[in-house]
C-alpha cells in the first residue's frame, strides 16, 4: 500500500461535535452503553471505525461523533466539524455549567507496529470491559473501543479505532463535565 492512499483514507476521518442528540437510525451500531449517574446521562455508541458519545444534564446535550464522513448527517445543532489527522485539542462550553474537551491523535503504523498495537488494546479494551466491535478489512483485523469512566460530576471516555489498511490508529481522551 502506498503512502497516499494511507493518507487519503486518515484524511476522511472527522470529529463532528453537536449540541443535540443524533438519531441512532443514521449509524450501524455495534454496542451501545447508557450511564445515568445524578444529574446526567451519558450513551455511547460503537460502530465500525467510528463512534457517537452523547453526555446530557437538563436541557443542555452535548453529542461527540467520529466518523470516517461518508454518512448524510444532519445541519442542525452542529457546533464544529474538524479532521482527525494529527493531533488535536478541542473544548466548547455548551453551558455555564456543561464544558466539552477532547484530545486526538492519529498515526499509522508499520505492519508489525500495528499488530501489536491491536493486541495491547483489544486486551486492555477486554480488561475494562469497554464497549468494543471487531470486523476485518481487505488487509486485516479492525477493531473500534469506547472506555468510559464516570465520577460524580463528568464522564471520562477514550477510544480508539484501529483500520487495518493503512495501519491506522485514532485516539481520542474526552471529557464531559457539569458545575
Known amino acids: 500500500?502506498?503512502?497516499?492512499?494511507?493518507?487519503?483514507?486518515?484524511?476522511?476521518?472527522?470529529?463532528?461535535?453537536?449540541?443535540?442528540?443524533?438519531?441512532?437510525?443514521?449509524?450501524?451500531?455495534?454496542?451501545?452503553?447508557?450511564?445515568?449517574?445524578?444529574?446526567?446521562?451519558?450513551?455511547?455508541?460503537?460502530?465500525?471505525?467510528q463512534h457517537v458519545m452523547r453526555f446530557q444534564r437538563d436541557t443542555v446535550c452535548a453529542t461527540e461523533l467520529i466518523t470516517s464522513g461518508d454518512l448524510q448527517l444532519p445541519q442542525r445543532g452542529l457546533v464544529t466539524a474538524m479532521p482527525c489527522a494529527g493531533e488535536k485539542d478541542h473544548?466548547?462550553?455548551?453551558?455555564?455549567?456543561?464544558?466539552y474537551m477532547t484530545t486526538i491523535q492519529t498515526e499509522t503504523l508499520p505492519e508489525n507496529l500495528y499488530a501489536s498495537t491491536y493486541e495491547e488494546?483489544?486486551?486492555?479494551?477486554?480488561?475494562?470491559?469497554?464497549l468494543m466491535h471487531f470486523?476485518?478489512?481487505?488487509?486485516?483485523?479492525?477493531?473500534?473501543?469506547?472506555?468510559?469512566?464516570?465520577?460524580?460530576?463528568?464522564?471520562?471516555?477514550?477510544?480508539?479505532?484501529?483500520?487495518?489498511a493503512g495501519g491506522i490508529v485514532i485516539r481520542s481522551q474526552t471529557i464531559f463535565e457539569h458545575a
Not at 443524533?22 to 471505525?49: C, D, Q
Open 91 to 99: 473544548d466548547h462550553p455548551f453551558s455555564d455549567d456543561v464544558n
Open 1 to 49: 500500500m502506498t503512502t497516499p492512499l494511507k493518507s487519503a483514507s486518515l484524511q476522511a476521518y472527522r470529529l463532528i461535535l453537536y449540541r443535540r442528540a443524533l438519531h441512532p437510525e443514521l449509524f450501524n451500531i455495534k454496542s451501545r452503553r447508557v450511564l445515568t449517574h445524578g444529574e446526567y446521562e451519558f450513551e455511547a455508541w460503537v460502530m465500525p471505525g
Open 121 to 130: 488494546l483489544v486486551e486492555f479494551g477486554q480488561e475494562s470491559e469497554a
Open 135 to 164: 470486523w476485518n478489512d481487505d488487509f486485516g483485523p479492525c477493531v473500534s473501543i469506547l472506555d468510559s469512566q464516570r465520577w460524580r460530576k463528568e464522564v471520562h471516555a477514550q477510544s480508539y479505532h484501529l483500520l487495518a
